[in-house]
């Protein structure tokens, strides 16, 4: 450690010196910044490859209250949630040598308002891996936790994007993703191993060739009676993938392989009940991707150009088992004496007696088998003409509706989560059933989370072997007393609208009906199945100071089930969206960032349930002076089910959602932040039950923060 410590005083030093002289040779100021921004990041690069240990990480203490307000609330509803919170997150890197690190993240969490029930406090790990490059820098592998990410048709996270996103709800997004371990890119969690080997520059024609080697555990669809509290399942389920590639001359080509699987050897080491079927999915994938930069070939020109493409070919199949009763007839030999009255002399003989039984047996058979195509191509333009850089793309995609690829599906968010003041209740059973079936707020599951660290005892842990309720005034769980006080078990909980979790088709079909948050058209990004049209692209920054994005989606679905007419034909979307960003500082002698920002998106289908989407963002981040900074955004999203979409025997029509949030923020020291926010979340759900008058269901939720964030 004292070493560690030398080595950084030498280098910082050195670093500061060196900067200080660049300063007094520099022409202009700019020119200083960009000096130092790269010494900075080799200083940064030196001390990563310090032997021993560190520690760095953030400490965060904060306050939210969320006040709600219903004429829908019952009376005796509550209508305030407070929430304050310590939240320190660790992370400990070690180097065992130059080439390896390990890498570790505890997060320590206390709850104020339960502080007095448990004053210890688990440490929850949520990162493990032990990582490195190896071998002259050919090889890098991951053990442990990892993020892999190979072809949009075979490992990849479908993201949701909102153009020109205001940093006030960025930021709030990353928040909620970072508690369930996730992040803003394309790359799958998972946990496992991971080794990728690059070969550089062969022969000086093959710039270079690629060979990737990914074996995982993944979760498994819950299986036991009681899913109500706890979702695990005792089953295996394993990832396999591959890649191989080459890249030269600006092309590339390559071959991935994705095998997921259900272990059935050790789900069949436990019995399953007489009411239970238990599934077996098996999804294989193998693509082929080919890639095109000029930039390579033709390095002179101002534009390049190129183009992406795949296709891939999956199979899904699915059996089951479950019980059923047999009747079984055998026969055994029986000796039997014959009767003396008809003989003086004893006379045996034997004969077959039939015996019937009905045993239980386990009977496994096929449910699905299915497979299919898909394939995309895209063509882009790109380059820098006068300080404008642009990309534009366009292209055309095509997947057979039995093409399946799950870790290419699953997407982080699925909402439908109830965030804020979860605890309010409604005078109206329907309105309270609608809400749980149909879900809440998009815009709450997108931008807030809660994190609790609560002591777990017998009235808030559920058991399925309690017969009574813990609760209850006429009785007590029979466990009631027989249980320490507390035990030093203080559980996490989140609600939250993200999972890290992968899901398998039969429990990922229901989940994308009812939000289209996540994109109408695509919803599960290009591997979306029984989908075809064209997609395209425009991205331009004129100097960091405008900012133009573009995009659009017509996209035909050709088996699509019409909810009014109850028949299956075509259902066309038509997506599109814009968006403006203005920095007016870098239009001021002396740079402070004012980004004022907007979009527009629109969304349509032609049959099935006839959704129309559309969100309005706009928002502004701004140094007002020194270290203080005002940010501000407002979003209006709207979502129509024109014919109708049918939970719990009502059907929903039309969902209004707007959020106004602002504050101001401090900076204390790089990375570390004092921040004030209040805002309002608004949301308003029509419904109709057959034989009434529509329904409204209107939610208003005042909703202030504070917090403080250090980073060390």
């Given at each position: 450690?004292?070493?560690?410590?030398?080595?950084?005083?030498?280098?910082?030093?050195?670093?500061?010196?060196?900067?200080?002289?660049?300063?007094?040779?520099?022409?202009?100021?700019?020119?200083?910044?960009?000096?130092?921004?790269?010494?900075?990041?080799?200083?940064?690069?030196?001390?990563?490859?310090?032997?021993?240990?560190k520690i760095n990480g953030t400490a965060k203490a904060g306050v939210v209250g969320s006040f709600a307000s219903s004429d829908q609330f019952a009376s005796e509803s509550p209508t305030q949630e407070n929430q304050a919170f310590t939240d320190v997150n660790l992370r400990l890197t070690a180097r065992p040598s130059s080439e390896t690190m390990i890498d570790v993240q505890l997060r320590l969490h206390k709850d104020w308002q339960s502080a007095f029930d448990e004053n210890n406090n688990p440490v929850i790990g949520h990162w493990f891996s032990y990582d490195g490059t190896i071998l002259n820098k050919h090889v890098d592998f991951n053990l442990g936790y990892m993020r892999v990410g190979y072809t949009p048709l075979t490992i990849y996270t479908p993201q949701t994007e909102i153009l020109q996103e205001p940093e006030i709800f960025a930021e709030k997004r990353r928040e909620a993703l970072e508690k369930r371990n996730l992040d803003t890119t394309s790359r799958r969690l998972l946990h496992g191993l991971n080794v990728v080997y690059n070969s550089g520059s062969v022969a000086g024609v093959v710039d270079n060739i690629t060979a990737q080697l990914t074996?995982?555990?993944?979760?498994?669809?819950?299986?036991?009676?009681?899913?109500?509290?706890?979702?695990?399942?005792?089953s295996d389920r394993y990832l396999l993938g591959a890649r191989v590639g080459a890249d030269a001359y600006g092309a590339h080509l390559g071959v991935n392989f994705v095998n997921l699987m259900d272990r059935k050897l050790s789900r069949r080491s436990r019995n399953i009940a007489d009411s239970d079927t238990v599934y077996y999915d098996n999804n294989r994938v193998i693509s082929v991707d080919a890639a095109f930069d000029s930039k390579k070939l033709l390095p002179e020109l101002p534009v390049t150009f190129g183009l992406n493409g795949e296709f891939a070919m999956s199979k899904w199949k699915v059996d089951r088992d479950y019980n059923v009763t047999e009747t079984k007839t055998s026969y055994n030999s029986v000796q039997a004496k014959e009767d003396l009255s008809f003989s003086s002399k004893e006379k045996y003989f034997v004969y077959l007696k039939p015996v019937t039984s009905n045993p239980t047996v386990v009977k496994n058979e096929d449910y699905v088998d299915l497979d299919g195509k898909s394939f995309y191509a895209d063509l882009f333009v790109k380059g820098n003409i006068s300080d404008i850089d642009f990309k534009v793309s366009a292209g055309y995609l095509q997947t057979d509706k039995d093409f399946w690829s799950e870790l290419a599906s699953s997407p982080v968010y699925q909402g439908r989560s109830t965030i804020l003041n979860s605890n309010a209740f409604y005078g109206n059973s329907a309105d309270s059933l609608v809400l749980a079936t149909f879900g809440a707020s998009s815009l709450e599951n997108l931008y807030f989370n809660v994190y609790n660290s609560s002591t777990l005892q017998a009235t808030n842990l559920m058991t399925s072997t309690n017969l009574s309720n813990a609760l209850s005034d006429q009785d007590e769980s029979e466990?009631?007393?027989?249980?320490?006080?507390?035990?030093?078990?203080?559980?996490h909980f989140y609600r939250n609208g993200y999972s890290g979790v992968t899901a398998k088709k039969m429990e990922l079909d229901p989940l994308m009906v009812i939000d289209p948050s996540v994109g109408l058209a695509l919803p599960l990004g290009l591997a979306t199945p029984d989908r075809k049209g064209i997609t395209a692209k425009a991205d331009v920054n004129w100097a960091d100071k405008v900012f133009f994005n573009a995009r659009a989606n017509i996209v035909t679905e050709s088996n699509a089930l019409d909810y009014a007419t109850l028949t299956v034909g075509e259902n066309k979307y038509t997506e599109f969206g814009v968006g403006v960003g203005v920095d007016a500082g870098r239009f001021l002698n002396d740079y402070q960032q004012i980004l004022v920002q907007g979009s527009v998106a629109m969304g349509s289908e032609s049959a099935f349930l006839k959704r129309k989407t559309s969100r309005f963002v706009g928002g502004i981040t701004a140094d007002v002076w020194g270290p203080f900074a005002l940010l501000g955004g407002i979003q209006m999203y709207t979502k129509e089910f024109g014919n109708g979409y049918v939970v719990a025997a009502a059907s929903v029509s039309?969902?209004?959602?707007?959020?106004?949030?602002?504050?101001?923020?401090?900076?204390?020291?790089?990375?570390?932040?004092?921040?004030?926010?209040?805002?309002?979340?608004?949301?308003?759900?029509?419904?109709?039950?057959?034989?009434?008058?529509?329904?409204?269901?209107s939610i208003s939720k005042l909703v202030l923060l504070a917090d403080v964030t250090v980073n060390f």
């Open positions: 450690m004292n070493f560690n410590m030398n080595m950084r005083k030498f280098l910082l030093t050195s670093a500061v010196a060196f900067s200080a002289a660049s300063a007094f040779a520099a022409d202009n100021q700019a020119e200083v910044v960009t000096q130092q921004k790269s010494l900075l990041e080799k200083l940064d690069s030196l001390n990563a490859a310090v032997l021993g240990l074996g995982a555990r993944l979760r498994n669809t819950a299986k036991k009676l009681d899913q109500v509290f706890f979702d695990f399942d005792f466990n009631m007393y027989a249980r320490l006080f507390n035990n030093y078990k203080n559980g039309k969902v209004t959602e707007m959020l106004a949030l602002g504050g101001a923020r401090v900076k204390l020291a790089p990375l570390s932040y004092l921040s004030l926010q209040g805002g309002m979340l608004k949301n308003e759900l029509e419904y109709t039950i057959p034989g009434l008058p529509t329904n409204k269901i």
